[in-house]
Each structure stands twice: as structure tokens, then as C-alpha cells.
């Protein structure tokens, strides 16, 4: 089996791959400070729930081959560059694994047209992949995440470019952090856009402040383009927001992980290493 790890700021999110089969996944909160050993302690207790029993160490006696455990190989992709070397870490001496990362130089089987494809994350990369995968022609990828980015692919199959605008949380919590007399308040979906008090204008203001937001650009992006494209979100939010806009038509909370195991699969057929350790 396939262990796919996304690092995002806010969140880590594993997916556990049997085949094309996402087994199992799960996510945890992002800790710039956590060490190998903290996240590995976290991982295997969820692999166990899960029911994908991670066996014993790579070095103990009763391992034996590359990994004791059911994972075999491994794919991770980061935008927090300290976390990097802590999960090299945790695949390496955890589970006996030498994992595949996403970065400059890995070939994705999508050319970018960036003016320095170098400066694009790894996530967006990923998620363009998946879509494409699953349309085979021009998309838009909404990722709700801890930034809201959106990412458009050509037919061909090639990253054109995008936009990234705060994230919903980040707009939340410096309205808090700016405003004296603003609360903190949850980001849900009001029943109505007017608000009757301080709380239901501020959830207003940001639920349908942001999908304004989307539809907004995705609307202007569809006509910078010569080419019909199909709209997908992804990200922590989406499940939210996605069905308050008019131009969003499909919700994946997953692709970043089908896309991980994607780029894998490519990077195998090429023969590139198994992503076992040695």
C-alpha cells in the first residue's frame, strides 16, 4: 500500500492508497515544531484505528524486508519547508520507506507555464494533476485552504496560472485580531446574507463575502481564456462554501491525495524508484 502525505500550513492530511482505493485517511494540525518521532506516535495510533496495522520497526528483529508493515511505499508533498526532513524522517526509520517528494524537479507529466515554474507549490502542481486526470481538458481548482488558491489547466494538459487570495479562516482571525470590538466567531453559513447583530454580519460578511470571491474570479479567469473549463474545489472549506456558488460544479475534499498517487504512479512507470527504501 501507498501512504500519500499532504503538509499544508494548517493542516497534514494521510491518505492510505490499496491500488486506486483510498483505504483510509485522516489529517492532523500542523506543528512546525513536531519532531519525527511526535508524528510518528500520532500516525501509527491512527493507521491502527484505521485498520492498517503499520507492524514493527523497520530495525527491530522481528521486521523483515523493506517495510515489516503493510505500507510499501510513500509520496509526501509540502508548503512548510522545516516539516520536510522531520517526515523524511518518520518514512525512513518508521516504516522503512524512502518516500517520493514533490518538488522543483519532479516530473509530474504536466508542464508549467509559469514565468518560474520553480515558485508554484507543490499542492497546486498535485491538484492539477488530479483534475486533469479526471477531466482531460481546461480546468479551474479552487483549494480551500489555509490561502484559497485557484489553478487553471489547459486541454493539453498544461499549469497556465492562478490566483491565490486569504483564506477564509485567515480573513476570520484579523478581523478579530484588528477589530477592537469584533469577536471571534465560526465560519458557517448564515441563513440569510442581511445580519440582525455583530456575529451573523461578521459570518455574512465572510461566508458570502467569499463565495462572491470565487465566483468573481473564476468568472473573470473563464474570460482570459479561449477554452471552456470545468470548476472543482478542494481544500478543508469546501464542503461549505462550494454549495453557495453559481460557478463551482464538483466538491473533492480528496484530490490533493488522488493527485499524490497519481504523480507516483507516473513516477514508477518511469522507473524511477519504487519509493522503498534500499
Known amino acids: ?132 486526470e479526471r477531466y482531460h481538458q481546461g480546468c479551474i481548482i479552487v483549494d480551500f485552504g489555509t490561502a484559497t488558491t485557484f489553478d487553471v489547466v489547459t486541454p493539453r494538459g498544461e499549469y497556465l496560472g492562478g490566483a491565490i487570495a486569504p483564506g477564509v479562516g485567515i480573513s476570520s482571525e484579523a478581523l478579530y485580531r484588528a477589530a477592537a470590538k469584533l469577536p471571534r466567531v465560526d465560519i458557517v453559513r448564515p441563513g440569510r446574507v442581511i445580519g440582525r447583530n455583530t456575529v451573523a454580519s461578521m459570518q455574512s460578511g465572510l461566508f458570502y463575502g467569499y463565495v462572491g470571491l470565487v465566483d468573481g474570479l473564476v468568472e473573470r479567469m473563464r474570460a482570459e481564456v479561449d477554452f471552456p473549463v470545468r470548476v472543482l474545489a478542494t481544500g478543508g472549506l469546501a464542503t461549505l462554501l462550494a454549495p453557495a456558488s453559481r460557478t463551482i460544479e464538483e466538491t473533492d475534499e480528496m484530490l490533493t491525495l488522488h493527485g499524490l498517487r497519481i504523480i507516483y504512479e507516473r513516477h514508477i512507470a518511469r522507473g524511477e524508484g519504487s519509493g522503498r527504501r534500499p
Open 1 to 132: 500500500m501507498l501512504l500519500a502525505v499532504d503538509i499544508g500550513n494548517t493542516n497534514i492530511v494521510f491518505g492510505v492508497f490499496q491500488g486506486e482505493t483510498l483505504r483510509a485517511h485522516f489529517r492532523l494540525e500542523t506543528r512546525r515544531g513536531g519532531t519525527a518521532d511526535e508524528y510518528a506516535a500520532l500516525l501509527m495510533g491512527l493507521l491502527a484505528l484505521q485498520g492498517v496495522l503499520p507492524g514493527p520497526r523497520p530495525d527491530s528483529p522481528q521486521a523483515t524486508g523493506a517495510s515489516a508493515g503493510p505500507i510499501q511505499a510513500g509520496i509526501l508533498s509540502t508548503v512548510v519547508p522545516p516539516l520536510l526532513r522531520v517526515f523524511e524522517e518518520l518514512f525512513r526509520r518508521r516504516l522503512g520507506v524512502e518516500p517520493v517528494v514533490v518538488g522543483p524537479g519532479t516530473r509530474t507529466g504536466m508542464p508549467v507555464l509559469c514565468d518560474n515554474p520553480r515558485e508554484v507549490g507543490a499542492d497546486r502542481i498535485v491538484n492539477a494533476v488530479a483534475a486533469y
